[in-house]
């Protein structure tokens, strides 16, 4: 993964809580084996009208108006703007895939889902927690055309074009892995005398833990 | 040293820890992984692009379940995405030598009931799968979560995750279930009151008194929901139940290791006097058999109540979202719970597609008919075993005979990717754990519920209070 310094652009708002998964990327784009063309299937029940295929080319779509990435003043959006518990739901890394894919690069909300919370992390989709407080001032904000924002990842801050400033918590080992682009797998491997000595261990402690999967002989239906 | 009361949760990831970083993140290994076709792909096509091997190839184990066919499986999968999503993972587990249950063998069927059911999931162990609802494992005193398709190539590539320990809650659970009443429902009534967010960033722990009385099956049903509160982990403790529930199965030790095994599972509890952030006491005498009417899981009235008016529902963003529910729903606001009509009955998932489920459900067909208004009832057993098991008992007959469809394991209408869905606007009586939007198809309308409900929904047509199906006190 590339390093990731700073998200900035326009604020797009999507007000409603407890946004699933299953909204975000609905389950039949999850029959591919790919890890990209889901951006022109994000919110697809929401933002489009008709029924939508895997695969199928956008420009055939009936986009929904009304939908807030579909009108012209949040065009080219950067930044969702979202309520408590976003992303809740399913554990599939297709959602965070989408909100990138379609170029989203920050979601702000009181609360995130764990398991998207982590997926995004991990793809570099800054999903960054703020006070409810905050967040309900900046869906106030937002209702004046052309809220734009910047996200400065070293300083954890928020700075909206209205001048205010919002300072989010970060875990510090997250921060260094965006940072520095750092790939979680080879952090982990460059511990491998580490990962070897609890395995050692482990398997004194708890050695039915080790006991090897067989999957035998196919048995008849 | 005096030691400090740990809660189970600690004790299982204090167990797991191989290294930690400042700031709270653990490197934290992991026993055993599961493997399904919708999220494996990406993960072995990482390894391959980047010339990494599996670290432990022992320690996986892959089953096809989410778009299986339930239906005429020698023909095939008919949709081709999906059908190359399961040839996939198949050449992949060759490929990468990962033990595989292919569809057409006897114990294939929904990863978290198959994992339980062949004894690869076992106490003090951790526990991954790219699924969220490997929360179900917990009920074996696992310490089981959900987690995303790069977490699953960094299981295959170290055996490891970087994750932060969760906070604990504690859902203390006293009394006795009324007959006709199941962990089922004391999920939906727990959520509806914590909310779908009420357990994020915590892993929830199942105690108190009447966890004793359930088996291991309806705790896996407890845990199972754990996720639709927002608790990625849900607990039960090790008792005598899951002791006994062990014993046997294949991929369980045996003889002496056995004793030793359970000796040390034993230890798995909670310490007297640790404290949780949070506690949540139910008392589960007073719960009636629940139905959700909205599009979240909290949305969820007792069977005997009827649908609430949205601005009784406390804050304006929960009005809001009863509004929309409602709206999608169909549905109006002072409508008992009991006149909702159903087209659908779905009896499966990986929260209610075992043994116990499905007597529960057939005790209450035995002799009777589905309503002519359902189009199409559906059982769903979730694996090949539990459907031989069924059929040993002679339930399929019951479920045949009351004009169910009986079905080959999978996950079917649950997450509807394979052909049992329901068109835009039908109604379900659901077994299975999310109500969301578009769950079980575009424009699909799902109400959760037990499998005696369900059952139930579909001799009457509606939901009617099963209690009276289950006069006798169930032991």
Redesign the interface.
Known sequence: MSPIHTVCGLVVPLDRENIDTDAIMPKQFLTSTSRTGYGAHLFDAWRFLDTGAPGQDPATRIPNPDFPLNQPRYQGARVLLARDNFGCGSSREHAPWGLLQFGIGAVLAPSFGDIFANNAWKNGLLAIRLEPAQIDALFGAVATPGLSMSIDLGAQTVTSSDHRVYRFEMDPFRKRCLQQGEDDIGLALAHALEIHRHEEAAQRSRPWAFMPVHAGRAGSP | MQPFPRTLYDKLWD?HV??S?????D?I?V??HFLHE??S??PF?GLRS?G?KL??E????AVPDH?VPTVH?AAGIR?E??R??VE?LMHNAAAFKV????V????QGILHVVGPEQG?T?P???VVC???HTSTHGALGALA???????V??VL????L???R?RTMAVRLTGTLQPGVFTKDVALHLIGRIG??GA??HAIEFTGPAIAAWSVEARMTLCNMA??A?A?VGLVAVDDVTIDYLRGR????RGD?FEA?AA?WRELVSDEGAAYDRVVDIDVSAIAPQVTWGT?PDLVVSVDDRIPAPETLGAE??I??AK?ALDYMALAPGLPASQIRIDKVFIGSCTNSRIEDLRAAATVLRGRRVAPSVKLALVVPGS?LVKRQAEAEGLHRQFIEAGFEWR?PGCSMC???NDDRLA?GERCASTSN?N????QG?GSRTHLVSPAMAAAAAIAGHFVDVRPYFPEART
Not at chain 2, 99 to 102: G, L, T
């Open positions: 167990a191989v290294r970083e400042p700031g709270g993140t490197l290994y026993d055993r919708v999220t792909a990406q096509d980047t990494r670290w432990r022992t320690a996986h184990i778009n499986r949709d995405r999906s190359r999503q996939t033990p595989v249950i292919p057409h063998d006897v114990r690869w076992l003090g162990t951790s790219g699924d969220s979560f959900g987690i995303g398709i790069s977490e190539e960094m590539a170290t055996q490891c970087w994750s932060r969760g779908v967010g994020t960033g996720i639709e927002g990625t294949p991929g369980v030790p290791a095994a040390a979240l963003d929960r809001a979202i929309s090949g080959d997450v509807a990717m835009p999310r969301f939007e578009g769950r575009a």
